[in-house]
């Protein structure tokens, strides 16, 4: 993937990174979600799921959503609000990788809201990401 490929899909995750952190302040904030909006937090089983709530509490159109998400490109880390800031949340893999997570040619997101596209073999590695594997919410 080219790099401007790559710093349009970093965009669309960080859009998509704000809208979940909108909902996750915005429910804290009210009572209405007093554990957080994290999928951990809310118990989804999937990221079909995860994503349902940001356009059924209005902080994505269905149009929105189908502009920022990549099925099958795009992976949701099952995060809780507990987790730290630089846990990673959002990783889109930007090249064809039969890695689950992969080492080149991906970008990430964090719950503190920090991101970078990385398409070298060596730039996962110095990321140490993560450090466990970490649990991610099938699309389905």
């Not at 669309?12 to 809208?19: I, V």
């Not at 429910?27 to 990221?47: C, E």
């Not at 995060?79 to 080149?104: C, G, H």
Request: with cysteine; glycine share 10%; hydrophobic share 35%.
């Amino acid at each position: 993937m080219v790099a401007d490929e790559m710093t349009g899909t970093l965009a669309n995750a960080r859009s998509l990174q704000t809208a979940i952190t909108m909902m996750a302040l915005d429910g804290k904030n009210s009572g209405d979600m007093p554990n957080g909006a994290l999928p951990a937090n809310l118990g989804v089983k999937t990221a079909r799921e995860y994503l349902r709530r940001l356009t059924e509490n209005h902080y994505l159109s269905e149009a929105e959503l189908r502009k920022l998400w990549i099925p099958g490109k795009m992976e949701i880390v099952n995060v809780a609000s507990t987790d730290p800031p630089d846990t990673a949340f959002l990783i889109v893999k930007t090249q064809a990788s039969s890695e689950r997570i992969p080492t080149s040619g991906f970008s990430v997101m964090t719950m503190g809201g920090d991101g970078g596209s990385y398409s070298r073999k060596t730039d996962g590695r110095a990321l140490k990401l993560p450090a466990c594997t970490p649990q991610i919410l099938p699309g389905e």
